[in-house]
């Protein structure tokens, strides 16, 4: 046991729990834990963002890329709300992240005192816990309670916020070694099991819903097992991208608002919906009220809450997906469904996913990284566009591949979450897929890759427009486009090579491949701008309120 001050016991219990690298940017009220954290540079990574916002980013994709525990550190007032977005972005796609945040000291509280804001009062609503500490005795066993709670059951962020007097303060430290993430299996029960597996027995068309959860909970390899010995086909959530494999024969895409038309159709036809690791987002459902009704719905979720809330539910098990699918597999012979995968490749035929071939297009950029990558990079997006053509064009053949904003839908999310994966993964091809639009909110973080010399590649789909907002105002408000064309003199070539970049501007088909493979050669940042046409449009595409089965594609709009 030694004596340290609160800014070390900070540090150390960084240290305890494996932390490597964090992602931050100083300020008045927290540089004692900077203070402390120069002292320990040779353990902990501190990468300095370009602005908070990218910090919480950034701990956000590599807590997705690896599995871990994202941190990032702002100091009080604006560096703390700087933070909100990406807390809130980690919290409705429940990403486990600690965020540490400073205070003033505790005389100074409540007197509206210079940078001084109830950070904990401001993120309650999204956060899985937060914390105020005001006393340095209880300073290590709240970080360590904050990683705990970020990890277990449905996993999500939590906010440590520490008065500056507590961090200046000292206090006796024995460090403890972090006690290990359990499983959630006490909600499964013999009786749920039972009633699951004697809905898959007797189904004819089953058909299986995967969402992040399964990502969250590591269960690929059950999944596929679970798939594959009861014949069903396997479509997947925006935040589901990888849990089970792409390229694999049951898979049938992506189901919901710009899902594939077999997915979305059959889903509708099913007799048995199995729901593993999902929340029936209003995305996916369409109109809720119409969501496969020809189905019973056996879901399987780690959180209670998300049981009947947005669907009703024919049966469920509660507990980690992981364990169920053990469960499950364990006591299920093989089931033969051959005429129903049968029914399924029919459609799949029918209905491919299309695009314009002969012209420089988002569809093609995205096929074109998926075949020079060999489907083995982390692909990172902002949102919009070009966020659905990289789940629709890009097969996801491992978990952990495909980060991007589902629930809050953040523009300029992708490029902070970028550096966290390439930190996280360092073998691995990083590239963020982004519009013009979203590149625009965050560019700044270019800075930070290049102070680092973090590779990662940006590429942007630039089409001099707010390209899904422009969609529907095409589709759905009379092509009056309201404050969405971006034509004005911004040059993200001489943008990105002032903050330090290898830049690129590419304008057809051709010249894509050579740029995409000398940037991965170059293991620099890179910016490739990418000029597409300002009308593509992302199909199929399901109208809001519609149910699911009313998708339809260019196609159907010449009839």
Request: aromatic letters at 8%.
């Amino acid at each position: 046991m030694k004596t340290l001050t609160g800014a070390e016991i900070v540090i150390e219990c960084l240290k305890e729990q494996g932390v490597d690298t964090v992602f931050g940017y100083p300020g008045g009220t927290i540089l004692n834990i900077y203070d402390a954290l120069y002292k320990h540079q040779d353990e902990i990574t501190h990468i300095l963002t370009s602005h908070e916002q990218g910090a919480a980013h950034a701990a956000d994709g590599y807590a997705r890329a690896t599995g871990k525990v994202g941190v990032c550190l702002a100091t009080s007032g604006p560096g703390a709300t700087n933070l909100v977005t990406g807390i809130a972005t980690a919290f409705m796609d429940s990403i486990p992240m600690v965020a540490i945040t400073c205070n003033v000291a505790v005389n100074l509280l409540g007197r509206d005192s210079f940078q001084e804001i109830d950070i904990t009062g401001v993120t309650m609503p999204i956060t899985k816990y937060n914390f105020i500490v005001k006393d340095i005795t209880k300073l290590a066993d709240t970080i360590r309670r904050a990683f705990q709670i970020a990890q277990t059951g449905r996993p999500g962020p939590v906010l440590v916020d520490i008065t500056k007097d507590v961090t200046a303060g000292t206090f006796e430290y024995e460090s403890q070694t972090p006690e290990p993430v359990k499983r959630q299996e006490d909600t499964i029960t013999e009786d749920d099991i039972e009633t699951a597996l004697q809905l898959i027995r007797k189904s004819q068309k089953p058909y299986i819903f995967v969402g992040g959860g399964a990502v969250a909970a590591n269960a690929s390899e059950e999944l596929s097992s679970f798939a594959h010995k009861i014949q069903a086909p396997v479509a997947d959530s925006l935040m589901g991208k990888g849990a089970f494999d792409g390229t694999d024969e049951l898979y049938t895409g992506m189901v919901g608002m710009h899902g594939t038309k077999t997915s979305n159709f059959e889903i509708t036809e099913c007799d048995l919906l199995i729901v593993v690791g999902a929340r029936f987002s209003d995305r996916v459902t369409g109109n809720a009220a119409k969501f496969a009704k020809r189905a019973k719905i056996l879901q399987f979720d780690v959180d209670p809450a998300e049981i009947n809330k947005n669907v009703k539910t024919y049966a469920s098990v509660v507990g980690d997906v992981k364990v169920i699918l053990k469960k499950l597999n364990a006591r299920l012979d093989p089931i033969n469904h051959e005429e129903w995968l049968a029914h399924i490749d029919r459609l799949k035929d029918m209905y491919p996913m299309r695009f314009d071939k002969s012209m420089l297009t988002g569809p093609y950029i995205i096929e074109k990284i998926y075949e020079i990558t060999q489907g083995d990079a982390i692909i990172t997006t902002e949102v919009g566009q070009h966020q659905m053509w990289a789940a629709q064009f890009y097969q996801y053949k491992y978990p952990r591949s495909f980060l991007s904003s589902g629930g809050l839908g953040t523009m300029g999310y992708g490029l902070g979450a970028s550096l966290g994966a390439k930190l996280g993964c360092k073998d691995k091809v990083v590239i963020n897929v982004a519009g013009d639009g979203c590149f625009r909110m965050n560019m700044n973080e270019i800075a930070t890759a290049t102070r680092y010399n973090i590779p990662i590649i940006q590429v942007i789909l630039n089409n001099h427009v707010l390209g899904m907002v422009r969609q529907w105002q095409t589709l759905f408000y009379g092509k009056r486009y309201s404050h969405t064309v971006l034509n004005d003199q911004v040059d993200f070539v001489k943008v990105a090579e002032g903050l330090g970049a290898k830049a690129y501007r590419v304008t057809s088909k051709d010249d894509f491949e050579p740029v995409l493979r000398e940037a991965i050669e170059l293991n620099v940042p890179v910016v490739i701008d990418c000029q597409i046409h300002c009308d593509d449009k992302v199909f199929p595409m399901v109208s809001p309120g519609a149910p699911i089965q009313d998708a339809f594609d260019a196609e159907d709009l010449k009839i």
